[in-house]
């Protein structure tokens, strides 16, 4: 069964920063592209970044040069280093599974880790 | 980037009546290598991440009930639940793969009357 279990998220000032972590078990962590997409306080789903099987990367406009995003295929992790935070940032983060047949498409998504920045 | 739009913003079927949700992609997300629409609807209930209900704009995710089905091509697309059931009321949103980054609709919020 593939699971995908978030980790890392909490309160944080403005400016700070916050290391989040996705565990991932049931699947063959290094075949898969993974992503990490954020959803504010009742609003819309919105892709923050993007690391294929081989490490290629991708990020959205909004958190480019603030926000990392790395893996580890022996620890079956993904991780998203997140810096500079800023109000806007406030949202539950997921990590979602790419399929096999288009990396761009999430299969599986995590239950999520809430992020708050505020003073 | 692909802007993605959707209506209505919510709508309110009677339980057994026909829901529809239209999407809309600001460019064509159809492919000419393959042929595909890149095009994906989520279900998303409260509390709950997204569930992948159908890709490629008509395919149904293993295990979706064939009441949802997916049409369109190109820039316009439409999700139908043939058959509205208690446990569809949800927020539905379109996503298209075809190019980063990689956008999603606004979200169609689905009750019952």
């Known amino acids: 069964e593939v699971q995908l279990v978030e980790s890392g998220g909490g309160l944080v000032q403005p400016g700070g920063s916050l290391r989040l972590s996705c565990a991932a078990s049931?699947?063959?962590?290094?075949?898969?592209?993974m992503n990490w997409v954020r959803q504010a306080p009742g609003k819309g789903l919105e892709w923050v970044s993007y690391i294929s099987g081989s490490s290629n990367i991708e990020y959205a406009d909004s958190v480019r040069g603030r926000f990392t995003i790395s893996r580890d295929s022996v620890k079956n992790s993904l991780y998203l280093q997140m810096d500079s935070l800023r109000a806007e940032d406030t949202a539950v983060y997921y990590c979602a599974r790419g399929t096999g047949s288009a990396s761009y498409l999430f299969d599986y998504w995590g239950q999520g880790t809430l992020v708050t920045v505020s003073s | 980037d692909i802007v993605m739009t959707q209506s209505p913003d919510s709508l309110a079927v009677s339980l057994g009546e026909r829901a529809t949700i239209n999407c809309k992609s600001s460019q064509s997300v159809l492919s000419n290598s393959d042929n595909q629409n890149y095009l994906g609807w989520f279900q998303q209930k409260p509390g709950q991440p997204p569930k992948l209900l159908m890709y490629w704009a008509s395919t149904r995710e293993s295990g979706v009930p064939d009441r949802f089905s997916g049409s369109g091509s190109g820039t316009d697309f439409t999700l139908t639940i043939s058959s509205l059931q208690a446990e569809d009321v949800a927020v539905y949103y379109c996503q298209q793969y075809y190019s980063s980054p990689l956008t999603f609709g606004p979200g169609t919020k689905v009750d019952v009357k």
């Open positions: 049931g699947f063959t962590f290094s075949g898969h592209s």
